[in-house]
């Protein structure tokens, strides 16, 4: 009997590798909805050369200026129109459009609860455990929604924090 051994080609090798590599990222990013409210024009129409509202809730590492570092983090992330991230919107500004973040929230916060403008319970600081819920709200309902999880970070310039933001960006805006 002729016995042949099994030999991966590299391309199938490559495949499988991938996805076992990819789970050793330490940041996760999850859509939960991008809903029928959401259009790229629509998004265009509300940030293209415009100040963009930004609501921001918890501090996952209790640092001053945290927003500050999170808005830079977000106009960094290229998302397509020329939009302008901030907690203090100038005239340019939608008011009928915004972003709300949350920072370790508690476990049944939906992402409707952050469009309505209410104060979010969050935990203490633990950047050892960072849960974030982003939100796209357009007149106070929810146009896309994504969730984050990163853990052991420094701070919010350590780079597994800011993958975790960008790709909440990515996935909060698609093409």
Do not use: W
Not at 39 to 57: H, K, N, P
Not at 94 to 113: C, G, T
Not at 130 to 150: D, P
């Amino acid at each position: 009997m002729i016995q042949h051994r099994f030999r991966l080609p590299p391309l199938a090798a490559l495949a499988l590798a991938v996805p076992i590599l990819a789970g050793c990222a330490s940041d996760r990013v999850v859509v939960s909805d991008i809903g029928i409210r959401y259009s790229r024009g629509e998004f265009s129409a509300a940030a293209d050369g415009r100040d963009l509202r930004t609501v921001i809730q918890g501090n996952p590492f209790g640092t001053p200026d945290f927003d500050q570092a999170l808005l830079r983090i977000m106009n960094r992330t290229y998302v397509g129109p020329a939009t302008r991230f901030t907690t203090t919107p100038g005239p340019t500004a939608k008011r009928d459009y915004f972003v709300s973040l949350v920072f370790n929230p508690a476990p049944d916060v939906v992402p409707q609860a952050l469009c309505s403008g209410k104060p979010i319970p969050t935990a203490p600081p633990n950047p050892s455990r960072i849960t974030a819920r982003a939100v796209f709200c357009i007149t106070g309902g929810e146009a896309t929604a994504v969730i984050g999880y990163v853990n052991d970070v420094t701070g919010p310039d350590d780079p597994n924090f800011v993958s975790m933001i960008q790709h909440m960006m990515l996935a909060m805006f698609p093409y």
